[in-house]
T-cell receptor
Framework: ELKVEQNPLFLSMQEGKNYTIYCNYS?????LYWYRQDPGKSLESLFV?????AVKQEGRLMASLDTKARLSTLHITAAVHDLSATYFC????????????FGKGTHLIIQP | EPEVTQTPSHQVTQMGQEVILRCVPI?????FYWYRQILGQKVEFLVS????????KSEIFDDQFSVERPDGSNFTLKIRSTKLEDSAMYFC?????????????FGDGTRLSIL
């Protein structure tokens, strides 16, 4: 059974600081997705990582994938309040029709 | 930008009653999914649907659950006899193709409250 573990589960940080969220998974896969969820809202796709060494950046967020270590990271640079949300990683090990297995999410609060 | 739309946004139902949650996936998408999220917990996969049949289902998706694509646009999740533990947010998602470079796009969800 695929397990996806995120840490930390809760993170409070100040604006302007850098931090990294980690996502470990238990079964070989080269397909990993990051989503953002605001309170009471849907999941918004942030990054699609499809190969070992993949790195994607959007604004202050950068995601990477190391399939050998079964590890993905989401790095936040110079955090701003608007990035406060819950961030989920999700792994896909099946075919195109298969469901995603999500981590528990990292609840991120960025304080002024 | 095209969206996945779900109705209703909130459904309150008595335990034991049947409930149908509705979704309109993005129009050119071929793969459809249902997930649920119990308050404060992670998102859990229920079922995927492709080519008018179920492709994969999780252990949560037991005989009380069914899915249907009754026409060319709607995708529904039916819970036959609801239990208290079915209370959750239910998300519908769709994906354009089987290609993994396309993420699954999620709707805003239906909050299901079982009394």
């Amino acid at each position: 059974e695929l397990k996806v573990e995120q840490n930390p589960l809760f993170l409070s940080m100040q604006e302007g600081k850098n931090y990294t969220i980690y996502c470990n998974y238990s079964t070989t896969s080269d397909r990993l997705y990051w989503y953002r969820q605001d309170p009471g809202k849907s999941l918004e796709s942030l990054f699609v990582l499809l190969s070992n060494g993949a790195v994607k950046q959007e604004g202050r967020l950068m995601a990477s994938l190391d399939t050998k270590a079964r590890l993905s990271t989401l790095h936040i640079t110079a955090a701003v309040h608007d990035l406060s949300a819950t961030y989920f990683c999700a792994v896909d090990i099946g075919g195109g029709a298969d469901g995603l297995t999500f981590g528990k999410g990292t609840h991120l609060i960025i304080q002024p | 930008e095209p969206e996945v739309t779900q109705t209703p946004s909130h459904q309150v139902t008595q335990m034991g009653q049947e409930v149908i949650l509705r979704c309109v996936p993005i129009s050119n998408h071929l793969y459809f999914y249902w997930y649920r999220q119990i308050l404060g917990q992670k998102v859990e996969f229920l079922v995927s649907f492709y080519n008018n049949e179920i492709s994969e289902k999780s252990e949560i998706f037991d005989d009380q659950f069914s899915v249907e694509r009754p026409d060319g646009s709607n995708f529904t999740l039916k819970i036959r006899s609801t239990k208290l533990e079915d209370s959750a947010m239910y998300f519908c998602a769709s994906r354009a193709t089987g290609g993994f470079n396309q993420p699954q796009h999620f709707g805003d969800g239906t909050r299901l409250s079982i009394l």
